[in-house]
């Protein structure tokens, strides 16, 4: 890998984490309190800057304002971005960002509509705390992936994490980029994920094959994720489940 500065992240979130999370290499929490070492956690570590948007004006300016023919949902979100977008190198505010982006998308009154009896609040809870870390991978605008953490292998961490069995790894993921397949989720993730500076786009197909998922760029180069996502996922997908404290679940 390489590491551009090895600074511990440090961040204090409004949800205390579950400490399980400590069983992946580079992170450690204690309570709400989460410290990442660059350096043991991420597989590619080549960006310390991300593009961020205050979630309280994306609350106010952009969850409320509908689409129409002349401006869709993702020319909402650009022009949003565009606006309002910040560059910071302040890790700990994308985390803090991420949170409310994820609190908001993950909440427990989208149980009743998921139409999936076996997914439970404490599910969304683990998809939450997941997908927020995962804020911290990123793609460049030409499409190559600059920042790759575990989280990007959305079951195989959540089978660390959680002792989640394949099945129910791969259900939650599919609840994860399930707003591909239902339009007035998918709405809410583009309007949400302008304040992460970009788009939540995935490798995978509906069955998951862990291809993951990131927030990307408007215009960042698709091509060029595919094939970079194809080279390295297979070697760091078994390192993530060598963390497994259950190895056969």
């Not at 600074?7 to 989460?34: C, K, M, N, Y």
């Not at 022009?79 to 993950?106: C, M, P, Q, W």
């Not at 939650?172 to 786009?201: C, M, P, Q, T």
Request: glycine share 8%; net charge negative.
């Amino acid at each position: 890998m390489t590491t551009i500065d090895t600074t511990a992240i440090t961040v204090e979130l409004p949800e205390a984490f579950d400490p399980r999370w400590s069983r992946l290499p580079g992170i450690q929490v204690d309570g709400r309190r989460i410290t990442i070492d660059p350096a043991e956690y991420f597989f590619r570590f080549e960006s310390n800057t991300w593009l961020v948007a205050d979630w309280e004006l994306v609350k106010s300016q952009l969850l409320g304002v509908d689409e129409t023919t002349e401006s869709a949902v993702e020319q909402l979100a650009l022009d949003f971005i565009k606006n309002h977008g910040e560059s910071t190198s302040d890790a700990a505010r994308v985390l803090t960002t991420a949170y409310e982006v994820y609190a908001y998308l993950f909440r427990d009154g989208h149980l009743a509509s998921l139409a999936l009896a076996q997914i439970t609040a404490d599910h969304l809870r683990m998809l939450r705390e997941a997908a927020t870390l995962m804020a911290l991978n990123k793609v460049e605008p030409d499409g190559h992936i600059s920042n790759v953490g575990p989280c990007w292998f959305f079951p195989a961490a959540t089978s660390v994490v959680f002792d989640l069995d394949d099945k129910m790894g791969g259900m939650l993921d599919e609840v994860y980029h399930g707003g591909w397949f239902n339009e007035h989720r998918r709405i809410e993730s583009v309007k949400a994920h302008a304040a992460l500076g970009g788009r939540l786009v995935h490798g995978c197909q509906s069955v998951p094959d862990q291809s993951g998922g990131v927030v990307a760029p408007y215009g960042a180069s698709m091509a060029n994720f595919r094939d970079d996502l194809a080279a390295f996922k297979a070697g760091w997908i078994e390192q993530v489940y060598a963390h497994r404290v259950n190895p056969a679940a």
